[in-house]
């Protein structure tokens, strides 16, 4: 199946190897708004076809497929535009800034039988149904902490007086957006709605949150989640039972999960602390994929938009609560 980009990062670089890995997809065209940019990253990947102009990409009659990774404030008019050429659309989290905006984009694509998803990667990767099976292990939940602390590449600029696109919150960014929403996630796709939200920000002088946390309140537990971009944390996510805990290395990636029991004094590895990215990333493009090819009137694709659904409204909540601005 045919399949073109838009953005030349170093995610788009790691789709494009996660697709054809799969041995699903073709890659097609590629578009960046610089021609230079363009024509490099086509030639890099061994296509001849780039495009500087939306509009000509959207006429591709050979295109059947959009992968998004763009600056989170384009994905919604950049996604829109390519539902309405009738392409289907997989867009890099978070797929939209609010709900609402997500909530049109799926109606369109309904609208016109077409296949929109979010990409992220950990609900795709077996190692989440790994979770899932062993959360039954540790009894009952008392509390989970899910942390998601990473340096940014882009931090060192930002203190020589520059403004990186991930600090620029004229783009939709900053900790919440980039790192949070994996925290999201795992929390709705686990628990669902909470009862109530507490949340804290702290802001950089350009306007974008360099670290967000939240208290997320559930019937019989708590849930607390951490998120910065100007530190590395080190220590592992925890999903702790009265019978049993959880810990999670990477909570982007699922990787590093291990099982401790407290009573006999053991701890078990169920995913190991590396795996390789372009396998783990395979396995969305794949259910893009499955999606288009099998139709996408099945539970998966409708479970897979109500948690993207109520991780906007979370992310929604955590933005209004704290000011932010946008």
């Known amino acids: ?102 909530l049109e984009l799926k109606a369109l694509a309904d609208e016109k039988d077409l296949v929109y998803m979010e990409a992220i990667m950990s609900l ?48 939709c960014t900053g900790a919440l957006m980039d790192l949070g929403v994996y925290n999201l996630y795992l929390i709705a796709a686990l628990y669902g709605e909470p009862k109530a939200i507490i949340s804290s920000s702290h802001f950089l002088h350009t306007g974008a949150d360099d670290t967000t946390s939240a208290i997320l309140q559930y019937d019989h537990f708590l849930v607390t989640l951490i ?7 080190y220590a592992p996510s925890e999903i702790v039972g009265d019978e049993g805990t959880l810990t999670i290395e990477s909570i982007s990636q699922l990787t590093g999960m291990q099982l401790h029991d407290p009573v006999h004094d053991t701890t078990t590895e169920l995913i190991e602390s590396v795996v390789d990215r372009t396998e783990i990333m395979s396995h969305e493009a794949r259910t893009f994929y499955q999606l288009i090819a099998d139709g996408k009137d099945n539970k998966t694709y409708e479970q897979l938009h109500k948690t993207a659904t109520l991780v906007r409204s979370l992310c929604d909540t955590i933005r209004k609560q704290n000011n932010f601005t946008f």
């Open 227 to 233: 998120c910065s971009k100007i530190a590395q944390g």
């Open 1 to 102: 199946m045919k399949y073109a980009t838009i953005g030349t990062s170093w995610i788009t670089q790691s789709y494009i190897k996660a697709a054809k890995h799969t041995g699903l997809w073709e890659l097609d065209a590629v578009f960046s708004r610089q021609e230079t940019s363009a024509k490099e990253f086509a030639a890099t990947f061994g296509v001849e076809k780039y495009y500087t102009d939306l509009t000509a990409l959207a006429a591709d009659k050979d295109v059947v497929a959009v992968y998004i990774a763009s600056p989170n404030a384009l994905h919604y008019e950049q996604s829109k535009q390519m539902l309405l050429a009738g392409k289907h659309v997989i867009c890099e989290k978070p797929a939209t800034v609010t709900k609402e905006e997500y």
């Open 124 to 171: 795709h990767v077996p190692a989440f149904q790994t979770l899932q099976e062993n959360l039954q292990k540790i009894g009952k939940i008392a509390n989970a902490n899910f942390r998601f602390c990473q340096l940014s590449s882009k931090y060192p600029a930002l203190k020589q007086g520059s403004v990186p696109n991930i600090f620029n919150p004229a783009l």
